[in-house]
C-alpha cells in the first residue's frame, strides 16, 4: 500500500477513536477497513456495555459497516487505542480472517509510526469459510 493511503488510513483510525464509548476501561479503540475497490469504512469504536460481554470491538465494527453496505473484500485495516499500539483481540482476528487470508493489518501508534502484520502472522494455521466447503 503507498504512503498516501497508509496516512489516509492512520487518519481515519484517528477520527474514529472519538466514537469510542468505553466508560468502564477507559481504553478508546478506533478501527477502518479499506476495501480493495478503493471505499474506506470509518467509525469503526469500540463500544462497552455494563455486563461487560455485550460490549464489541472496534474492528468488529469497522467489518460489521463494510460488510453491511455489501463490500466484503478487504486489502487492509487499521487500528489504534488512545493509549497507543494495539493489536486485535482473538474474536477480532477470526473476524477478520472470515472475509480474507490476507489482508495487511496496521497497527498504528498516536504520531502516525505504525507496524504491519498479516493476519495470517496473527492467526496462524487458522479456520476459514473454505474449511466448510
Known amino acids: 500500500m503507498n504512503q498516501e493511503l497508509v496516512k489516509q488510513l492512520f487518519e ?35 463500544v462497552e456495555n455494563a455486563s461487560y460481554g455485550a460490549g464489541v470491538c472496534a474492528e468488529r465494527v469497522a467489518i460489521t459497516k463494510a460488510v453491511s453496505m455489501g463490500k ?16 486485535p483481540c482473538g474474536i477480532c482476528r477470526q473476524a477478520i480472517r472470515e472475509f480474507s487470508k490476507d489482508i495487511d493489518i496496521y497497527l498504528f501508534h498516536p504520531d502516525g509510526t505504525f507496524q504491519t502484520k498479516t493476519i495470517a502472522e496473527l492467526l496462524p494455521d487458522s479456520f476459514g469459510p473454505e474449511d466448510l466447503e
Open 12 to 46: 481515519h483510525v484517528k477520527l474514529s477513536l472519538n466514537y469510542s464509548y468505553c466508560p468502564y476501561s477507559k481504553f478508546a479503540v478506533g478501527a477502518c477497513v479499506l476495501c480493495d475497490d478503493g471505499k474506506t469504512f470509518v467509525y469503526g469504536a469500540n
Open 72 to 87: 466484503k473484500s478487504f486489502m487492509a485495516l487499521g487500528v489504534m487505542s488512545d493509549k497507543g499500539r494495539v493489536t
